[in-house]
């Protein structure tokens, strides 16, 4: 995944740097220098990213909690699509 692949995702589910931050358990600045090419993507972070896309997010998640773990955020994304 590139950096404007990254900020694509980002800006179709129509999240700021600050709330996919807290989503995928990384700072605004974290978000902003994947952005930029300035920090890698890690491949756990591309693979969330893609699930997001693919599953959606919930309504009710305009300014989603911290999940503990990408695996949390992946359950939780799963369980709102088949809902």
Do not use: N
Request: proline letters at 7%; glycine letters at 8%; aromatic letters at 4%.
């Amino acid at each position: 995944m590139t950096p404007a692949e990254f900020t694509a995702i980002r800006t179709g589910l129509g999240l700021t740097q600050t709330q996919l931050a807290r989503m995928i358990g990384y700072g605004q600045q974290h978000v902003s220098d994947i952005e930029t090419g300035k920090k890698p993507i890690q491949q756990v972070t591309s693979l969330a990213m893609r699930a997001m896309l693919i599953l959606g997010l919930p309504d009710h998640w305009s300014d989603p909690p911290r999940p503990d773990s990408v695996s949390t955020l992946a359950r939780q994304s799963a369980s709102a699509a088949r809902s």
